[in-house]
């Protein structure tokens, strides 16, 4: 990514796709900062969610903004950056557009049983498997008209990564 011209690039999907995971490595490659969306919701959402109770488009509105706001302040000082964030639906990636109105987005796409063996395992997350269904419901994945790039979750993190880094240069404005 150029300093001259900050990009920001939204690593989406549901959870245990693997976001953060390529968001950090995808950020670390690209010499940009990186952003984990999850830290940026108030303390009655991570409430709701850590209760197994799936939020809804009005709790998600105040979390979107504040993700918007600091995009926006992220190249305003000239710094590409990298998100984490599940931007499931078409109106939330609007919002997020908002604050990075030429961001890139790269879809974690995959199976129920895939995320939901990750969730499994998962530990040190307030994010309950049980939510996973009102997720996967709740997806809108992204339009042609969005270009985003879609990739399968189930790929090795390595693999991931070299198939973003080279779909984001192939597909650069």
């Not at 926006?72 to 000082?77: H, K």
């Not at 997806?139 to 399968?152: K, N, R, S, V, W």
Request: aromatic share 4%; with cysteine; charged share 20%.
């Amino acid at each position: 990514m150029s300093a001259a011209v900050p990009q920001t690039i939204v690593v989406m999907g549901v959870c245990g796709c693997g976001k953060s995971a390529l968001g950090e490595r995808l950020a670390r490659a690209q010499g940009a900062n990186f952003i984990e969306g999850d830290a940026f919701h108030p303390p009655q959402n991570v409430e709701r969610m850590a209760a197994g109770i799936a939020l809804t488009d009005d709790d998600r509105q105040g979390w979107l903004e504040a993700l918007a706001a600091e995009l926006a302040r992220q190249r305003a000082a000239g710094h590409s950056t990298v998100l984490a964030c599940s931007s499931l639906k078409r109106s939330y990636r609007d919002v997020l557009r908002k604050g990075a109105p030429a961001a890139r987005w790269v879809h974690l796409a995959g199976s129920r049983d895939l995320f939901a063996s990750r969730l499994a395992t998962r530990q040190g997350h307030y994010m309950p498997a049980s939510l996973l269904d009102s997720q996967l419901a709740t997806l809108e994945a992204p339009g042609p008209d969005e270009h985003a790039i879609t990739l399968d979750a189930g790929a090795a993190p390595d693999t991931l990564l070299q198939s973003a880094l080279a779909q984001l240069k192939a597909t650069a404005p």
